[in-house]
């Protein structure tokens, strides 16, 4: 079975251009999670959404960030303006559940904000 | 064990050996726990769950330990192989609506050949 899948694996831009993180869940989970993942601060969540509603987006560092689920098969992150403090590693996660249930995490989008 | 800051805990084991590595949870309304392993370059992958209502809870090879009282955490990995090698993240679900994991800084383990 494929796992969460994620594009592009390794992103380089520029300061001030538009970044677009893609996501696909494994099928049949309902819920859906952002995490960013820095040498400072650990993994952190983002956003996460269930049955493809934002929950809570708390943790979105700044309205530079939006987050989308269209539908339960795709899920986006966009940053823009990027600046290079937004350099990190982007995960995406999903499980059957909102609650206690095991998060399974994508490879990661390597993003370099030059 | 746990880490405040830039630096990783290292636990260096030889092959073959036991090994245990610590977490200290933050939440104590949390009630489900998780230990992750993330080898260099890819995602945190699952290795074991452990819900509140358990103290002890095993697998293959591997075996958590929870203690509520300290809110303490363990993993203990047994005969440890090269492939064990990576940094280990322990992860919290205080529940109560909150549905993001809060993740430690983790250990990174190095196995000795």
């Known amino acids: 079975d494929a796992g969460v899948i994620q594009s592009p694996r390794h992103e380089v831009t520029e300061m001030g251009q538009e970044v677009t993180l893609r996501c696909k869940p494994i099928?049949?989970?309902?819920?859906l999670f952002w995490y960013r993942q820095t040498m400072m601060r650990g993994l952190e969540l983002l956003i996460y959404f269930n049955n493809n509603v934002p929950i809570d987006d708390s943790g979105m560092p700044e309205d530079r960030f939006s987050a989308k689920m269209p539908n339960a098969s795709f899920s986006t992150l966009k940053i823009q303006p990027s600046e290079p403090r937004d350099s990190a590693v982007y995960f995406c996660a999903s499980s059957l559940r909102r609650q206690q249930e095991t998060q399974y995490f994508g490879p990661g989008t390597r993003l370099l904000v030059l | 064990g746990e880490s405040v800051g830039l630096h990783l805990p290292t636990l260096s084991v030889q092959e073959g050996d036991n090994s245990i590595i610590n977490c200290a949870y933050s939440?104590?309304?949390?009630?489900?726990f998780i230990w992750y392993k993330q080898e260099s370059g890819k995602g945190p992958q699952f290795i074991i769950d452990i819900r509140s209502n358990m103290d002890k809870r095993q697998g293959q090879r591997v075996t958590v330990l929870l203690n509520k009282t300290v809110k303490h955490l363990s993993l203990q990995i047994a005969a440890t192989q090269p492939g064990d090698s990576a940094v280990y993240f322990c992860?919290?679900?205080?529940?109560?609506?909150?549905?993001?994991?809060?993740f430690g800084k983790g250990t990174h383990l190095i196995i000795q050949p």
């Open positions: 099928s049949g989970h309902n819920s």
């Open positions: 992860a919290e679900n205080s529940g109560g609506g909150a549905d993001g994991l809060t």
């Open positions: 939440n104590s309304a949390s009630d489900y």
